[in-house]
T-cell receptor, first 115, second 116 residues
Framework: KAGVTQTPRYLIKTRGQQVTLSCSPISGHRSVSWYQQTPGQGLQFLFEYFSETQRNKGNFPGRFSGRQFSNSRSEMNVSTLELGDSALYLC??????????????FGPGTRLTVT | AQSVTQPDIHITVSEGASLELRCNYSYGATPYLFWYVQSPGQGLQLLLKYFSGDTLVQGIKGFEAEFKRSQSSFNLRKPSVHWSDAAEYFCAVGAVVGGSQGNLIFGKGTKLSVKP
């Protein structure tokens, strides 16, 4: 099975712009979660989507949003970028139901740099 | 609130030596526990997981971890470290939110360096 794929792998944006990141989960996985990783804050949960519905959300401002499509692919969007949004954004997929669905498989991440 | 603590920020071991990375969690119920490894510039790779049952779990790459409820710990071990094990290791607990899957709460990570 192919793993989780994320595009693009690297991105440079200017403060104030917006950005969209994409994630394709493992085939058969219906849940996609997004995490932000920074040296200072570590790995922080952004949100989780299951069957096109946001099921859980972390403590991030409304500038961070996401969606999931019927094929389970997911996108996250960050509007009005700030310097502090520079981070590695990781997507993880899992089955989405039952205990073992906590077993999340991560993509390689998108490295976002805001200048 | 659920939390994960990895007390050691950086550990250096000699190649061939044994390894133990510490992880303590705070969670009200029986937790789902995980160890992930991250190489520089890469995503996270799942090493092993604990859901229930046998408290000693085996993972990939020769790693194992032991769940100790009384100590709220889930330490990662490897009997003989290889140079390729140099990476950052993250312990995580699966949190339940409103009865649904929730999300993973990660520790801050332990960076492992391996001396030749």
């Amino acid at each position: 099975k192919a793993g989780v794929t994320q595009t693009p792998r690297y991105l440079i944006k200017t403060r104030g712009q917006q950005v969209t990141l994409s994630c394709s989960p493992i085939s058969g996985h219906r849940s996609v979660s997004w995490y932000q990783q920074t040296p200072g804050q570590g790995l922080q949960f952004l949100f989780e989507y299951f069957s096109e519905t946001q099921r859980n959300k972390g403590n991030f401002p409304g500038r961070f949003s996401g969606r999931q499509f019927s094929n389970s692919r997911s996108e996250m969007n960050v509007s009005t970028l700030e310097l502090g949004d520079s981070a590695l954004y990781l997507c993880a997929s899992s089955l989405g139901t039952g205990g073992p669905t906590y077993e999340q498989y991560f993509g390689p991440g998108t490295r976002l740099t805001v200048t | 609130a659920q939390s994960v603590t990895q007390p050691d920020i950086h550990i250096t071991v000699s190649e061939g030596a044994s390894l133990e990375l510490r992880c303590n969690y705070s969670y009200g119920a029986t937790p789902y526990l995980f160890w992930y490894v991250q190489s520089p510039g890469q995503g996270l790779q799942l090493l092993l997981k604990y859901f229930s049952g046998d408290t000693l779990v085996q993972g990939i790459k020769g790693f194992e971890a032991e769940f100790k409820r009384s100590q709220s710990s889930f330490n990662l071990r490897k009997p003989s470290v290889h140079w390729s094990d140099a990476a950052e290791y993250f312990c995580a607990v699966g949190a339940v939110v409103g009865g649904s899957q929730g999300n993973l709460i990660f520790g801050k990570g332990t960076k492992l360096s391996v001396k030749p």
